[in-house]
């Protein structure tokens, strides 16, 4: 599959939403197992486990091993040791889709490695003809990378370093480590002053409450604005010959060395920041 139209792109809550602190809206942690590490490759989820959470109090918890109908990859066994004989009598996706897009309702989406989880879903979501989810999504790991200094943001790691609920690469037991982890999370938002949703969207992207957005560029701002392609000329730190790229755009983020577009590159198969100092040639396609 060469398309990106399987890539979730959450949208901007309204400015009433975005003032509302997270104890007053329903929150969804979730996590996937999967036969690969690659949508587009093809690869399928083979369980998934969503725990909704409102106001501290769990509302629904669903957990359910999924008929991916293709043979998993070996390596993917041997992280989450999900075997054929596991999945034969597992569900196929479109059996659970409707209990899926139910509890994601009207609830901010939490995952580690986000991008990762929500295309996953938007694959399966887009092979049943079914509306890709619009949710407001934290990433604890972009998160924890920004709250924390560890030598590993892995979820295994900060639980190990955290004493939360170590996970065991099986979906319900990472989701509740994820729980766990994003209240350890939050609490260090607290402290900051970032309570609101669309603080810590913000925060994700490296900017504090008031603090100004990036400049768009406006061939980005035309993209994002139309869900259109860029190709871009790229010179990478690590190489010294500057190499073509084709991009999805997703956000601007503000780091310590710049400004940074996070996009989905075609060339590595995955999602990836460019520093926009680096980007030597920029054209809609």
């Known amino acids: 599959m060469n398309t990106l139209s399987y890539l979730v792109t959450p949208e901007l809550p309204a400015d009433a939403l975005c003032r509302q602190t997270l104890d007053a809206l329903p929150l969804v942690f979730f996590d996937v197992e999967t036969t690969g590490l690659f949508p587009s490759q093809g690869h399928r989820i083979c ?17 359910t ?3 991916p109908q293709r043979p998993l990859e070996a390596r993917a066994f041997a992280i989450n040791g999900i075997s054929e004989e596991l999945l034969r009598d597992a569900p196929p996706f479109r059996q659970i889709a409707a209990i899926v897009q139910e509890l994601l309702d009207d609830a901010v989406v939490i995952a580690h ?22 949710n407001p999504v934290f990433d604890t790991l972009v998160l924890a990378r920004r709250l924390l200094r560890r030598h590993s943001y892995s979820l ?16 319900m037991s990472d989701v509740w480590a994820l729980y766990g982890l994003f209240r350890y999370l939050a609490e260090q938002l607290a402290a900051l002053g970032i309570t609101a949703l669309g603080d810590v969207l913000r925060y994700q992207r490296g900017l504090f409450p008031e603090q100004p957005d990036p400049v768009q560029p406006p061939l980005v ?22 190499t073509e790229r084709y991009i999805y755009p997703l956000e601007l983020t503000q780091e310590r060395s710049g400004v940074f577009l996070r996009a989905f590159c075609f060339l590595r198969d995955d999602w990836r920041s460019f520093a926009l100092d680096k980007i030597e040639v920029m054209e809609l396609v």
Not at 47 to 63: H, M, P, W, Y
């Open 156 to 171: 295994k790691a900060l639980s190990c370093d955290l004493g939360l609920s170590r996970p065991e690469h099986r979906a």
């Open 221 to 242: 701002s035309q993209a994002l604005r139309e869900g259109r392609q860029l190709r871009i000329i790229y010179r990478s730190r690590s190489s010294p010959e500057p």
């Open 47 to 63: 369980e998934l486990a969503l725990l909704r959470v409102c106001n501290g109090e769990i509302q629904a918890q669903f957990s």
């Open 65 to 67: 091993l999924v008929d």
């Open 113 to 134: 490695n986000a991008p990762f989880d929500m295309a996953f879903l938007g694959r399966e979501l887009m092979l049943l003809g079914r509306p890709l989810p619009a």
